[in-house]
């Protein structure tokens, strides 16, 4: 593995992006602050205007040409959103087509190679409940997606635009490297989350469909009943890397069939490995489940390369309909901060007391969470960091 060479001050590059990211990130900078000054966290940063709409709107372009060779000086990112600024009612805002929009998104996770997305979803108590069944409280998952290829490799095109006889094509591409480095580092988290509950006390127990019981568990997700030879690959893949982890459980699902058990039964979910565009859509579902997108946080990482900068974001989006009016949930956004401490704490005990400290924060706060009295963002923000600072 790569490892970079031993850090003395972490330095982050902050792209807040469009709409609510703005406002999740000033929530985000107030809260490092905070944390800088109390657990004695060396992370400068540096707030960058790009990329954004309104980078497009002065420049025609979401960032500049050489936007990537600047980002690879820090040592990690931290994204608020992109896409429709807003807000909604302002009918003469400048606004992009999303493929141009969101496309530094991709252009960032390809460049900087980072193949994996990791997405849990974890129903903190306090945090919204939309399911009715009392287990869902129990429901504690990690989404990792595939983040490199799959079906978001772009390529393909339109013949006889505009025509009755037109035709696209989307083409999907999968490798057999691609799919085995993100298979193995999904049994690596189930091994290192097995570990982890069993030192908490805390160890659960997963069925997979032959009766099988394990105290982990990934379950991989294809379409190989339509999509055969992805499937298949995934699937002969999947049994190969398994067999170096037996005291792991195994379980597939197809895509469709998985979406229905997310809500039927997603406390029965540990680890859940799934390509580009599956992984995206059953994270939204999953964030659905850990109380909604406001809460869901989300990371685009190189598990081989920590030279790389890897890219921490929320899941959600700009949300056009509530930029700018102070009512953006900036818990998924802190959420995302506390991944990223984690990550640092990989080398650093002050980094990884500051994500403890600011998770503990952050489930506190959710522990109270009044949907009766709602709070505005920045609300929020200080409810967090008075708890950071009395902690
Ligand atoms: C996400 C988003 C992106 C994706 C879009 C904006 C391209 O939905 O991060 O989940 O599909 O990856
Ligand atoms: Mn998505």
């Known amino acids: 593995m790569a490892v970079a060479a031993a850090r003395s001050t972490w330095r982050m590059a902050l792209l807040p992006g469009d709409g609510i990211g703005v406002e999740v990130s000033d929530a985000a900078e107030a809260v490092l602050t905070a944390l800088r000054k109390h657990c004695s966290l060396a992370l400068e940063w540096q707030r960058l205007p790009w990329p954004s709409t309104a980078w497009h709107q002065a420049h025609g372009d979401m960032m500049p040409e050489d936007a990537l060779t600047q980002l690879r000086d820090f040592d990690t990112l931290l994204l608020g959103a992109l896409g429709d600024p807003g807000p909604s009612r302002d009918k003469q805002r400048y606004q992009l ?29 306090g945090a919204t409940r939309y399911l009715a069944d009392p287990r869902a409280a129990d429901v504690d998952m990690l989404v990792i997606r595939e983040n490199s290829e799959g079906e978001y490799v772009n390529q393909g095109g339109r013949l006889r635009q505009g025509s009755a006889e037109e035709i696209a094509t989307q083409l999907e591409v999968f490798s057999r490297h691609a799919t085995e480095r993100l298979i193995r580092h999904a049994f690596e988290r189930a091994r290192q989350r097995q570990q982890h509950r069993k030192a908490e006390n805390a160890e659960r127990h997963y069925t997979n469909a032959a009766g099988d019981t394990a105290t982990a568990q990934v379950c991989l997700i294809t379409k190989r009943n339509a999509q055969r030879y992805w499937g298949e690959l995934y699937t002969e893949v999947f049994a190969t890397v398994a067999s170096d982890y037996p005291d792991i459980g195994t379980h597939h699902e197809l895509v469709d069939a998985a979406c229905m058990k997310f809500v039927q039964c997603p406390w029965r979910f540990d680890v859940v490995v799934a390509s580009n565009l599956h992984g995206d859509i059953l994270t939204d579902l999953a964030a659905v489940l850990s109380g909604g997108m406001g809460v869901a946080p989300s990371t685009n990482i190189n598990p081989q390369d920590r030279s790389v900068p890897p890219l ?3 899941t959600h989006g700009s949300a056009p309909d509530i930029a700018g009016q102070d009512l953006a949930d900036p818990r998924a956004m802190l959420f995302s901060a506390a991944m990223m401490l984690d990550w640092m704490g990989e080398e650093d005990s002050a980094a990884s007391d500051a994500a403890t400290l600011l998770r503990q924060a952050l489930c506190a706060d959710l522990a109270v969470n009044n949907l009766a009295t709602p709070r505005g963002t920045q609300q929020i923000t200080r409810d967090i960091i008075q708890r950071l600072t009395e902690g």
Request: glycine share 6%.
């Open 312 to 314: 921490f974001e929320p």
């Open 97 to 125: 087509p999303d493929g141009i929009s969101l496309s530094p998104l991709l252009a960032l996770r390809k460049g900087f190679d980072l193949w994996a997305c990791e997405r849990p979803a974890i129903c903190y108590p």
